[in-house]
């Protein structure tokens, strides 16, 4: 798999999200998911609001509650992951919403999570550890 991590630390997180999950290999799906997460540190932070990894699932109510406080850009990123993961969509749930607000280093983390997702199949990209 080429390197497609910000750095180490957001490998380090990715293989972490990964590994408690104890999803599939292949699973394009968590992938793009976790990739979004473990590459935006407020998001890293706030993982278990995002995810519930017990029942392996998203908790899409993280995006509307008073108890986690996410910005903008933020719940921009959750939504494009849970978009990927399995088609959530709401009425910010488009590319313009999606992508104008992101910053450099979070549309970096957009475009990497959507090709995983679009496009590892074909190009061979499953779950491995880069180091």
């Known amino acids: 798999m080429e390197n497609i991590f910000k750095d180490n630390l957001h490998n380090?997180?990715?293989n972490e999200l990964v590994c408690i999950s104890k999803m599939r290999a292949n699973d394009l799906e968590r992938l793009s998911?976790?990739?979004i997460i473990s590459g935006n540190v407020d998001l890293y932070m706030k993982r278990k609001s995002i995810y519930n990894f017990v029942e392996n699932a998203i908790n899409p109510e993280c995006l509307n509650s008073d108890t986690v406080d996410f910005c903008s850009?933020?719940?921009a990123l959750i939504r494009l992951g849970f978009n990927l993961f399995n088609g959530y969509s709401d009425s910010q749930t488009n590319p313009?919403?999606?992508?104008c607000g992101l910053d450099t280093k979070n549309l970096f983390i957009a475009y990497q999570a959507?090709?995983?997702r679009f496009q590892g199949r074909r190009k061979g990209l499953i779950f491995e550890r880069v180091s």
């Open 73 to 75: 850009s933020s719940k």
């Open 114 to 116: 959507i090709f995983l």
């Open 33 to 35: 998911l976790f990739y």
């Open 96 to 99: 313009m919403y999606l992508l």
């Open 12 to 14: 380090s997180r990715y």
